[in-house]
């Protein structure tokens, strides 16, 4: 089956690169939390297309993909991105500085899983959005983001690319995150007063400061171990925070360590567990422990993976989460 990625020559001929259009105002939904609403063809693209007209059809030219349809767009068209750098943006214009939840209308028709896209504000980068594989425009999450009073620009940068966008919307976020007060007693009643200060520590930061970290880039291509018969460890893996700490003066606060030796078959081991003791006693940082999960390949074998079918690796597992349970 051929993968094209399939756009009607009449409508690819409707369609027009957005250079600079000014803003517009946002649609408003009245209610108690108002909903701000922006359509993606009112904004501005660097490369992308914005298309005044909907279709319904294949998604593939030889006719063997999936049926999407276009034609429920919002608004007077939408917008596409398809090569990596590409961008679209809109001016949101907010009454208040604060935190808001923010929606995206999207259509992802071309790629069985996903794709994923960049989200900046204010040319500020903030992470990644992924659009989960759909046939005809719906919402998903981007998450709470935190926005200036006045005009902000959101943008999205082709990052997968391939995707549609219809609109997006803004709303307040709820008081559980906007006055989330963390308590200052741990649930565990018989945590070590090292623990205890961590937490404490980590609850004055909260809302005022934030903490810098880094994951230490683990494996033989950054090991040399065999060059420390004495073990101090924080030598091994230094890489990003020797170049960190020459850039800025200072190494991060926090080291990501990633117990993955744990739960192999391999027989190597990395020496995570010291490292982690040597960053907390001897350096006084802070250390947040990661884990690849590895788990069995089928049920009652002994071989393992954490790999899923359809990322395309192999070993695989076809364990699942929501059958752990299960008689």
């Not at 659009?131 to 902000?152: A, D, I, M």
Request: glycine share 8%; with cysteine.
């Amino acid at each position: 089956m051929k993968t094209h990625h399939r756009i009607p020559a009449i409508i690819a001929a409707a369609a027009f690169a957005a250079a600079a259009v000014s803003p517009v105002m946002p649609t408003v939904t009245s209610g108690a939390d108002k909903v701000l609403k922006y359509e993606f063809e009112d904004g501005n693209t660097e490369g992308g297309k914005i298309f005044t007209e909907g279709w319904a059809g294949n998604t593939s030219e030889d006719g063997e993909g999936e049926e999407m349809d276009m034609t429920s767009f919002s608004g007077t068209g939408f917008s596409y991105l398809d090569q990596k750098g590409t961008t679209v943006s809109v001016t949101a214009d907010v009454p208040e500085a604060g935190l808001y939840e923010l929606n995206i209308c999207y259509c992802e028709p071309y790629d069985p899983n996903k794709k994923v896209q960049y989200l900046n504000i204010n040319g500020v980068n903030q992470g990644e959005v992924t659009f989960p594989h759909n046939l005809s425009f719906s919402e998903t999450s981007g998450g709470v983001v935190s926005l200036k009073k006045g005009e902000n620009i959101i943008e999205l940068n082709s990052y997968w690319g391939y995707t549609y966008f219809d609109y997006l919307t803004l709303t307040p976020a709820d008081k559980s995150i906007t006055e989330l007060s963390p308590t200052r007693t741990l649930s565990n009643p018989d945590a070590s007063e090292s623990a205890q200060r961590l937490y404490s520590y980590l609850r004055d930061q909260y809302g005022n400061h934030i903490l810098s970290g880094q994951q230490e880039y683990c494996g033989s291509h950054n090991y040399n171990i065999m060059n420390d018969p004495d073990k101090v460890y924080i030598k091994d893996n230094e890489e990003e925070f020797e170049y960190i700490k020459k850039v800025t003066g200072k190494h991060p606060a926090i080291r990501g360590i990633d117990f993955l030796v744990y739960n192999s078959d391999s027989t190597w081991d990395d020496d995570a567990a010291e490292r982690t003791i040597y960053w907390v006693k001897e350096l006084h940082g802070i250390a947040t422990v990661t884990w690849h999960w590895n788990v069995p390949c089928a049920k009652d074998r002994t071989k393992r993976a954490f790999y899923l079918e359809h990322t395309g690796n192999t070993p695989f597992t076809t364990f699942s989460i929501s059958k752990a349970l299960e008689e």
